[in-house]
């Protein structure tokens, strides 16, 4: 097993010495011209901090906030991919100032952002392939994805969309940006217009969210991406960029956006109880401001209210990946209001909103009741996707809605138009400066894509919800396999269940050695911040597979982890 990268999270900076109430949004947004789509280009050299480690050796320690007794601190899973991280400099002749010179070079944000674990865990796959090949093969229990295909309605809104489209005959709408039921042209930067039609309903009946701005994206990890670039900064002598609060185990993919926009300083991790994000924690740090640098200690912002926006927003994703647990509605209330009271942009992750397998996302008795309620509030942004529920990754569509309310927070302002006018809201804002981002990045989202949504929402949730049932066998088989383990967390919600192996073992060479030996792969918890732990997930394979895979992976467990007790 190859060694691998320790990122260190968090670095002290200082601060505008401006305190404010009001939730910021990215300055370098703003900058943007709405009319003409060009920016000007800073090239900001600055050093990562990061240390290395190599399995069971620990180069460096984890920092801890000023004044603070616990540490906040995260670990990455560096390259894995049968190659040594050092061969390219072991034997390399030294460099010299013109060969420096003459070299071009690749950001530090990049090389310092975590490496994607998918692609080094086919990789492994891959690797051992042949060895299994008269065994079954591998069962891959490591990405998450469902076994089941796009219902048929989106095969035939697909169908219909082409072969309208071949017929020449066909007088077809939509010229360039145009939004007629032609597929070779862009759509309106916010999505094709029908879809943004079904969403809107979509949304008010299965989550709360009246009348929202929505943006189409390629797949929830552009959404994220997209809430990153609107609404941190760059770091300038100016500006401290503001930070992104996620919870260890967190999901790669988000800290692998923060890292390679803003770097390690854009970081700050939290902890967790049993899947669960520490409140307290997080309310700790926005009062006492720890994370304030400078401006809490000159006063210029004074200490407490989150002075200076230091910390610009918080990330959660529910149903939990990679954690598998669902969050209660009470606790999600507590969250929402926490931000708002520090103003603090809440960026909730809702992929798994389909997969709240114990029904903790509910309102309480009484009220009305969502299938899946979600906050609509000026601050909180959500993200949804076609990925899982639908079976639609390979389509790349998700999409990120964004509250109209004016900025009074009433429904609607004097002329009844909501978001519009002199009290446009933060999310309306957030929403206009997200545009150019979007304009940058994918201008749109897959037309046909786009349709092809469209169509897989006229089979409805009810479609979902009877395939999410499926999973139940498949679950109990996975959660039986680790029961050996000291500790298990989730599998009441998305499609994850996380287990701790015994101290001592690395979770990254098991991983490995399950592979190979065992032909099951996983996630190692190291790619979540979480050291020393798996991530399995049973909705890849359909029950009775599953039940295989379940069972190699009991006996890997038993014979590599716990042997080592």
Not at 348 to 361: A, I, L, Q, S
Request: hydrophobic content about 35%; charged content about 20%.
């Amino acid at each position: 097993m190859q060694g691998f990268r320790m990122f260190l999270l968090l670095n002290w900076g200082g601060l505008s010495s401006t305190s404010q109430s009001t939730i910021a949004i990215s300055a370098r947004c703003r900058h943007v011209s709405s009319f003409a789509r060009h920016r000007r280009c800073h090239s900001i050299p600055r050093r990562l901090d990061s240390i290395i480690c190599r399995r069971g050796t620990v180069m460096g320690m984890m920092k801890s906030p000023p004044g603070s007794s616990s540490p906040y601190s995260t670990n990455g899973l560096g390259t894995n991919d049968g190659v040594d991280d050092d061969d390219d400099d072991d034997n390399a002749p030294a460099t010299t100032v013109a060969d420096a010179t003459r070299s071009p070079s690749i950001s530090s944000r990049a090389r310092g952002t975590l490496d994607p674990c998918v692609i080094l865990m086919k990789r492994m796959i891959n690797k051992y392939a042949d060895k299994w090949r008269t065994r079954g093969g591998i069962y891959s229990l490591a990405q998450g994805v469902v076994y089941w295909r796009p219902p048929m309605s989106a095969y035939e809104a697909l169908s219909d969309a082409i072969g309208a489209n071949v017929d020449t005959t066909t007088a077809m709408g939509g010229g360039e940006g145009g939004d007629g039921g032609i597929i070779h042209t862009y759509c309106p930067d916010e999505g094709y217009s029908p879809l943004l039609e079904a969403l809107s309903i979509k949304l008010r009946k299965e989550n709360g969210l009246i009348d929202p701005h929505v943006i189409v994206t390629s797949g929830a990890n552009q959404a994220y991406v997209n809430c990153v670039l609107t609404l941190l900064d760059e770091v300038d002598d100016a500006n401290d960029g503001g930070v992104c609060v996620v919870f260890e185990p967190y999901y790669f993919n988000h800290v692998m956006a923060v890292q390679s926009i803003r770097g390690d300083g854009g970081l700050l991790v939290g902890p967790t109880v049993r899947g669960v994000p520490d409140l307290s924690w997080l309310r700790e740090r926005l009062e006492e401001n720890e994370y304030a640098g400078t401006a809490a200690a000159s006063g210029g912002g004074g200490r407490g209210r989150n002075a200076g926006n230091a910390i610009r927003m918080v990330t959660l994703v529910n149903p939990g990946n990679p954690t598998g647990v669902s969050l209660p509605y009470a606790f999600l209330e507590e969250m929402m209001q926490l931000t708002k009271d520090y103003g603090v942009w809440l960026v909730v992750d809702n992929t798994y909103e389909h997969f709240d397998v114990e029904g903790r996302n509910r309102l309480p008795d009484g009220m009305s009741r969502p299938d899946f309620p979600c906050f609509d509030e000026e601050h909180v942004i959500n993200i949804f996707s076609f990925s899982k529920g639908y079976a639609m990754a390979g389509f790349r569509v998700g999409y990120v809605a964004l509250s109209s309310k004016n900025g009074n927070n009433n429904n609607s302002n004097s002329n009844g138009e909501r978001g519009r006018g002199r009290g446009r809201g933060r999310g309306t804002q957030a929403y206009e400066e997200m545009l150019k981002v979007q304009d940058t990045i994918a201008i749109c989202t897959s037309r046909i894509s786009q349709m092809a949504a469209l169509g897989a929402m006229r089979s409805g949730r009810s479609w979902v919800r009877e395939r999410v049932k499926t999973l139940d066998v498949g679950r109990a088989a996975v959660l039986g396999a680790m029961s050996s383990l000291e500790d298990v967390v989730g599998g009441n919600g998305a499609m994850y269940v996380m287990g701790k192996l015994p101290d001592g073992v690395d979770d990254q060479e098991f991983t490995s050695l399950l592979v190979e030996h065992y032909g099951v792969a996983v996630i190692p918890g190291s790619f979540c911040g979480f050291t020393g732990w798996i991530r399995v997930c049973y909705s890849n394979l359909p029950a009775d597979e599953c039940a295989k895979a379940a069972s190699r992976l009991e006996t890997g467990i038993l014979e590599l982890a716990t042997s080592s007790r």
